[in-house]
């Protein structure tokens, strides 16, 4: 059986460095055969597709999540929690699936993303991000764990002292897809055609497009030994 149908980029938008818009067009399709597709790549990729995050954090200082550090403004656990926002990408292609950064700032001044002590093949998405204020006295020491994985398959490694204290961190590229079914009749036979649009928010880390094809290939992976 053979299937003709395409896809097109009809929009494609940067909202912000974390955000990124882009809206596809699938089709032609038989009548009935949309919404299995729609469905079937909106679950796979809200749940299928992995990432990176920081999942916990040691500071310096911090005996709880509620520790207020000399000269900062925000609690340990608005650190967490601005962590836990921080969208990383890999720079090539990583082996290790659980690496590890640190957090050296002094003040007066903010904590930006960018100064994040990072293994060589992560990088931030939004360098501008703000994570901390300092106080001229102000100073955080610590260190994190950044582990990869995806919704279901992500398994926390926790580490084994009581001064880490978890993000709670998601791994979520795709933040939100949503999709609509046009028919269509086509004006000699009178058979009806289907067209999928398809709309996907991605946290920038991660192409939208690049996004569908990692989801098709995980399906057919999935189904393969079916055949």
């Not at 494609?12 to 919404?35: A, H």
């Not at 919704?151 to 490694?157: D, G, M, R």
């Not at 009749?185 to 055609?193: A, E, L, M, N, W």
Request: hydrophobic share 35%; net charge positive.
């Amino acid at each position: 059986m053979q299937f003709n149908y395409i896809i097109s980029c009809l929009s494609d938008k940067v909202l912000s460095p974390t955000r990124r818009f882009t809206r596809y067009g699938i089709g032609p399709l038989k009548e009935g055969q949309s919404l299995t597709v729609a469905n079937t790549l909106r679950r796979t990729l809200l749940e299928g597709i992995p990432g990176w995050g920081i999942t916990y954090v040691s500071l310096q200082g911090a005996k709880h999540e509620y520790t207020v550090l000399p000269g900062v403004r925000e609690s340990a656990l608005d650190l967490l929690l601005n962590l836990r926002e921080t969208v990383l990408i890999s720079q090539y292609q990583v082996k290790e699936s659980l690496l590890s950064g640190f957090i050296e700032k002094r003040g007066p001044g903010y904590l930006y993303a960018r100064d994040l002590i990072l293994p060589d093949e992560l990088a931030v998405i939004d360098p501008n991000q703000k994570i901390a204020t300092l106080s001229n006295d102000g100073q955080i020491s610590g260190k994190f764990v950044i582990e990869y994985g995806t919704k279901y398959s992500h398994k926390p490694i926790a580490p084994k002292t009581n001064t880490f204290f978890s993000t709670g961190a998601t791994f979520f590229p795709v933040k939100r897809v949503s999709y609509s079914i046009k028919k269509e009749p086509d004006p000699v036979t009178g058979d009806i055609s289907e067209y999928i649009f398809l709309e996907i928010l991605t946290d920038n880390s991660l192409h939208p497009r690049n996004a569908i094809s990692y989801a098709v290939n995980y399906l057919f992976e999935l189904f393969h030994p079916l055949k």
